[in-house]
C-alpha cells in the first residue's frame, strides 16, 4: 500500500537559512508525489508534484524537491526561508484507486 | 480565476442540529473531494464524487453524514443530528480527472471551520 512518512513534525529555522524538510514514501510502483502548504486558516495549496519526468521538480515560491528511489525519499528545500514560509506542509501521494494519502505534516517555524 | 468557494466558513451551532456545508468547485472540474481536519486524526477522506456520482463514500463516519452533488457547480455535505465531536475543519477540493492523467492536483477550498456545542 502507499503511504508517505514525514520525519519530522515540527522544523524551526532563521529567516535566511535553508530550509528541509523529511518525507519517505511507500509505493510498490512508480508514485505520485506532491507537496502542499497550508497557512492558517487556510485550505492546502500545491507547491509541486512530481510525476516521473524529472526527478528535481521545482515549484512555487522558490520550493522544490528531488525524487530519490534509492532512498524512497522526497525531502523539500528552499535556499533561504522567508518569514511568509511559516506554515504546515503536507507530503502526499496517491493510492492506486486515485485517493490523496496525505502525511502528518511538518510545522515550519521561521524566526526572524 | 476563482477558487474551490465554501461556506459559511465558520459555523457555531447546538449539539441536535442540522449542519450544511456549500461548496461552489472550480468551473471545469469534474472530481469534488470532501475532507476533515482534526488535531488527532489529520486530514480525512470523507467522500469523493466524479462527473457528479459519488465514487467512494467509504470515509463518511457514520449515518449521521450525507453529501449530495445535485449538478457540475455545487454540491453539500450534511450532518444531521449534529455532535460535538463531529466539530472540525472541513475542506472540499476539486480536480480536474481525465483518463490517462491521474495525477492531476487536487484544489482545496478555505473549508469551514466547525464547531458543535
Known amino acids: 500500500a502507499q503511504s508517505v512518512t514525514q520525519l519530522d513534525s515540527h522544523v524551526s529555522v532563521s529567516e535566511g537559512t535553508p530550509v528541509l524538510l523529511r518525507c519517505n514514501y511507500s509505493s510498490s510502483y512508480s508514485p505520485s508525489l506532491f507537496w502542499y502548504v497550508q497557512h492558517p486558516n487556510k485550505g492546502l495549496q500545491l507547491l509541486l508534484k512530481y510525476t516521473s519526468a524529472a526527478t528535481l521538480v521545482k515549484g512555487i515560491n522558490g520550493f522544490e524537491a528531488e525524487f530519490k528511489k534509492s532512498e524512497t525519499s522526497f525531502h523539500l528545500t528552499k535556499p533561504s526561508a522567508h518569514m511568509s514560509d511559516a506554515a504546515e506542509y503536507f507530503c502526499v501521494t496517491r493510492s492506486n484507486t486515485g485517493k490523496l494519502i496525505f502525511g502528518q505534516g511538518t510545522t515550519l517555524q521561521v524566526k526572524p | ?117
Open chain 2, 1 to 117: 480565476d476563482a477558487g474551490v468557494i465554501q461556506s459559511p466558513r465558520h459555523e457555531v451551532t447546538e449539539m441536535g442540529q442540522e449542519v450544511t456545508l456549500r461548496c461552489k468547485p472550480i468551473s471545469g472540474h469534474n472530481s469534488l473531494f470532501w475532507y476533515r481536519q482534526t488535531m488527532m486524526r489529520g486530514l480525512e477522506l470523507l467522500i469523493y464524487f466524479n462527473n457528479n456520482v459519488p465514487i467512494d463514500d467509504s470515509g463518511m463516519p457514520e449515518d449521521r453524514f450525507s453529501a449530495k452533488m445535485p449538478n457540475a457547480s455545487f454540491s453539500t455535505l450534511k450532518i444531521q443530528p449534529s455532535e460535538p465531536r463531529d466539530s472540525a475543519v472541513y475542506f472540499c477540493a476539486s480536480s480536474s480527472i481525465a483518463l490517462g492523467q491521474a495525477d492531476q492536483p487536487q484544489h482545496f477550498g478555505d473549508g469551514t471551520r466547525l464547531s458543535i456545542l
